[in-house]
């Protein structure tokens, strides 16, 4: 399937970039949906499913809609409003669309399942303004467990990419961009062709520009939101995904021991994956009140950061942690973006 968006000076005027927090939500609700997961995210799908499991996120009306091909719904990708929102921002759209496009996009995901909608969406199509609020809240609970502890790497690699991309621009033009996000789209002069799509493009000219999402889970896709009168949305895999969940060295512990402590260089090591004080003392051998206070003081410190998944806080290392561990990491790059 070969389809084209047409693209007037205007539109490639307006062309912009946007780190999305919703686009990682839906595209790994999407890798987490293949059986088995994609080999690239199988080390953080491991370590994120048992906790989706026991908060009953992995059979929920979020996990049902989101299925691993077919029908994305549009209303859950709304267009960002500026580079980077933060997910209540997003959240706050989703819960503002009408009742005819959450309709509309359902009725899309049950003509895929033989015409018949899952059970547990039937009350977000009967009454979607009051299953908006408990969909969002369903997102979020989500996002604590999937996506928040790892989020300073991923957003590295998605800025990362953003950068690499208008620096391109700046050097090369826009054209030269847009010929270069992913080998299925080829910009042509006037058209940006998309080859082998997964989505429906049925929007010809662009309109308002286009707005271009790099995703760490869109990969190896890419996927397309067109939805009047916003700007098409176009996510593609962001440069240096494949490296994203490679185990980062931390050459830099014994320099970092010298100022925070052997211990709390450690924990910062071991931080390398999110993990919950119980974890952390089992591995390192601190008693568990030790670990605990050691991570209020990095926490303070801006070292590492705590997200509540159900009972359970699961603490993660920030990227300027990271930097501290790998000196040799250039700086304003603290994830794998820049392969």
Same mark, same amino acid.
């Given at each position: 399937m070969?389809t084209a968006?047409?693209?007037s000076a205007?539109?490639?005027a307006?062309?912009?970039?946007?780190?999305?927090?919703?686009?990682?939500v839906?595209?790994?609700?999407?890798?987490?949906?293949?059986?088995?997961?994609?080999?690239l995210?199988?080390?953080?799908?491991?370590?994120?499913?048992?906790?989706?499991?026991?908060?009953?996120?992995?059979?929920g009306p979020l996990?049902?809609?989101?299925?691993?091909a077919?029908?994305l /719904?549009?209303f !859950?990708? +709304?267009?960002?409003?500026? *580079?980077?929102?933060?997910? @209540?921002?997003?959240l $706050?759209? #989703?819960? %503002?669309?009408?009742?005819?496009?959450?309709r509309?996009d359902l009725?899309?995901?049950?003509?895929e399942?033989?015409?018949r909608l /899952?059970?547990? !969406?039937? +009350?977000?199509?009967?009454? *979607?303004?009051?299953?908006l @609020?408990?969909?969002? $809240?369903? #997102?979020e %609970?989500?996002?604590?467990?999937?996506?928040a502890p790892?989020?300073?790497?991923?957003r590295?690699?998605l800025?990362?990419?953003?950068?690499?991309?208008?620096?391109?621009?700046a050097?090369h033009?826009?054209?030269?961009?847009?010929?270069d996000?992913?080998e299925t789209?080829?910009?042509?002069?006037e058209?940006?062709?998309?080859e082998?799509r997964h989505?429906?493009?049925d929007?010809?000219?662009?309109g308002g520009?286009l707005?271009?999402?790099?995703?760490a889970?869109?990969?190896?896709?890419?996927?397309?939101?067109?939805?009047?009168?916003?700007?098409?949305?176009?996510?593609?895999?962001?440069?240096?995904?494949a490296?994203?969940?490679?185990?980062?060295?931390?050459?830099?512990?014994?320099a970092?021991?010298a100022?925070v402590?052997?211990?709390?260089?450690?924990?910062?090591?071991?931080?390398d994956?999110?993990a919950s004080t119980?974890?952390?003392?089992?591995r390192?051998?601190?008693?568990?009140?030790?670990?605990?206070?050691?991570?209020t003081?990095?926490r303070?410190a801006?070292?590492?950061?705590?997200?509540?998944?159900?009972h359970?806080v699961?603490?993660?290392r920030?990227a300027?942690?990271d930097l501290?561990?790998?000196p040799?990491?250039?700086?304003g790059?603290?994830?794998?973006g820049?392969?």
């Amino acid at each position: 399937m070969r389809t084209a968006l047409t693209f007037s000076a205007s539109d490639v005027a307006l062309t912009r970039f946007a780190v999305s927090p919703m686009q990682e939500v839906v595209t790994s609700l999407r890798a987490l949906a293949h059986t088995p997961v994609p080999a690239l995210h199988r080390r953080w799908a491991d370590q994120v499913r048992p906790r989706l499991a026991a908060a009953g996120l992995d059979r929920g009306p979020l996990a049902t809609m989101v299925p691993p091909a077919g029908h994305l /719904p549009d209303f !859950l990708n +709304p267009a960002p409003a500026g *580079p980077s929102p933060a997910l @209540a921002e997003e959240l $706050a759209a #989703i819960t %503002a669309t009408g009742t005819a496009q959450v309709r509309a996009d359902l009725d899309l995901l049950a003509a895929e399942r033989g015409g018949r909608l /899952p059970a547990l !969406l039937e +009350p977000l199509y009967r009454d *979607p303004p009051a299953r908006l @609020a408990l969909l969002a $809240a369903e #997102i979020e %609970a989500y996002w604590q467990v999937a996506l928040a502890p790892y989020w300073a790497r991923i957003r590295a690699l998605l800025e990362a990419d953003v950068f690499h991309r208008t620096r391109q621009a700046a050097e090369h033009g826009t054209a030269r961009v847009l010929d270069d996000l992913h080998e299925t789209v080829h910009w042509d002069g006037e058209s940006l062709r998309l080859e082998h799509r997964h989505c429906a493009v049925d929007r010809l000219n662009a309109g308002g520009g286009l707005l271009l999402l790099p995703s760490a889970f869109a990969w190896p896709r890419v996927l397309t939101r067109v939805l009047p009168p916003e700007p098409p949305q176009l996510a593609y895999p962001a440069r240096g995904t494949a490296t994203l969940w490679e185990p980062r060295p931390g050459s830099g512990t014994d320099a970092l021991a010298a100022v925070v402590g052997k211990s709390r260089a450690r924990l910062l090591a071991e931080l390398d994956s999110p993990a919950s004080t119980t974890e952390l003392a089992r591995r390192t051998g601190l008693s568990a009140a030790a670990v605990s206070q050691h991570l209020t003081a990095l926490r303070t410190a801006g070292l590492t950061s705590a997200h509540r998944a159900g009972h359970s806080v699961f603490h993660a290392r920030t990227a300027v942690a990271d930097l501290l561990l790998d000196p040799a990491a250039p700086a304003g790059a603290a994830g794998p973006g820049t392969a």
